[in-house]
């Protein structure tokens, strides 16, 4: 792994969405159009006021983990993943490169997301705003590298996409957002506890209500940091330079 | 055909399957290093499997590549091959010059190779449109310009020339010539039989097998055949049943 590198695929893959006005859209607009679109919903309702922080986690996470695996399986598709993997491209720098790419536009999305509930939706934060961001854009990050890990370990393109449903839905069902997790039958609450998306509706949670002091937020952060770089060790380590 | 000593290339015993597809079983070869060799053969022959277990990107069952005398696929390889899949690898959604940069920039070859690659392969009036937006004989050149940076000691091009006007692919051949002249070892696939005439030599592939190691004038004179194509049917032993037989 190099710096020029890892850098270089960076600023080509940034260079490859400034091309691509849909992608931008999709990145910054639609996670908070969504948000936007539940506090709608419960408009005549609370409900807003104690989901709104879990969908700053959710939306941004899903977009993120879905643009991530369509630009991996396009390199798949146009062949230029096993162009750069016939180079002295270290796995690492196309895996950091990537996440330090849609890392940068993270955070974008999550200022805006944030912004956005909290001026337009009319979201109630008692925390400090700036790690409200922090956490959102460590939950967006995560979906990207948690995406590059189902395209690392896919063999075949289509695989990217079959990852999906295995990777993300769980994490939704078991974060807390439909029912709170300290009310899910045993199993299913430690299995939660192990879900990275779970800590990062606590942490938004915590913030929002200001239920917590700022060390809880920051222990949740670390845990989310710690599957950050856990998935861009594996994928490094699971990308095959070989294919069958 | 005077042979360097080194080849570039030698695979020996290769079994390789495409998906769960066995399309090598036990081929071997030499190519020789500094010549334009022609890989020739009908789609499906097998020729897209070889060239990948050569780059060193095709998971293989058994048998060995050695390529410029290092086992196919190793790191010290990565810089000294260049490869050229069928479809174009480059991406779309930038221009031509910022392919290029971001491949020269992962190759570490110097920043005055893309000025380089760009006029060897005439693409200096369309270096700032998007490569989506360009025809399909533009994209596969900046596909083989790619290839290009950082001057590979081989250079393995699957169907380089498919969709070109004669004229273009007139000044690629020239080009590749050119290459090899230079010291570079080419090996250059083409299921257009008429193509196999302006390569050096020839391996002429089919259903996984290599049915005929010859230069183009060889493979003529030991089938007794006027052109490529009647050679190749000689060799299958479609013309006449009894003809089967191996050149050399």
Sequence with gaps: MTPSRTLATTGRVLSQIRHDPRTIALLLLVPSLLIGLVAWIFSETTVFQSVGPAMIALFPFIVMFLVTSITTLRERRTGTLERLLSMPLGKGDLILGYTLAFGLLAVLQSSIAVLFAITVCGLDIEGPVWLLVAVAVADAVLGTTLGLLASAFARTEFQVVQFMPVIVFPQILLGGIFLPRDQLPDVLRVLSDWLPLSHAVDALNAIATGSEDDAYVLGELLIILAWIVGAVILASATLRRRTP | ?248
């Design chain 2, 1 to 248: 055909m005077d042979t360097p000593a080194e080849p570039a290339v030698i695979v020996a015993d290769l079994h390789a399957r495409r998906g769960t597809h066995p399309v090598l079983h036990g081929l071997g070869l030499r190519i020789p290093a500094r010549q334009v060799v022609g890989l020739i053969g009908p789609s499906g022959s097998g020729k897209t499997t070889l060239m990948r277990a050569i780059v060193g990107v095709q998971v293989v069952q058994s048998g060995t590549v050695t390529v410029l005398g290092r086992p196919a696929g190793s790191a010290w390889l990565r810089r000294r091959v260049g490869y050229v899949t069928q479809d174009a690898s480059v991406y779309d959604d930038l221009t031509v010059r910022q392919n290029l940069d971001y491949f020269r920039a992962v190759l570490g070859a110097g920043r005055s190779d893309v000025a380089r690659v760009i006029e060897q392969t005439d693409l200096g009036a369309s270096a700032r449109q998007l490569t989506g937006s360009l025809s399909g004989g533009q994209r596969s050149r900046v596909s083989l310009a790619v290839a290009l940076l950082g001057s590979p000691e081989l250079l393995v091009l699957d169907e380089p020339t498919v969709g070109l006007d004669p004229v273009l692919r007139r000044d690629l051949w020239t080009l590749f010539h050119g290459l090899a002249a230079g010291g570079t070892s080419l090996l250059v696939s083409s299921h257009v039989m008429d193509e196999a005439a302006r390569c050096d030599g020839l391996l002429l592939m089919r259903d996984g097998d290599i049915l005929a190691d010859d230069t183009p004038a060889g493979l003529l004179a030991a089938t007794g055949t006027a052109d490529i194509d009647a050679a190749f049917l000689r060799l299958i032993g479609d013309d006449d049943p009894d003809a089967r037989k191996e050149p050399r």
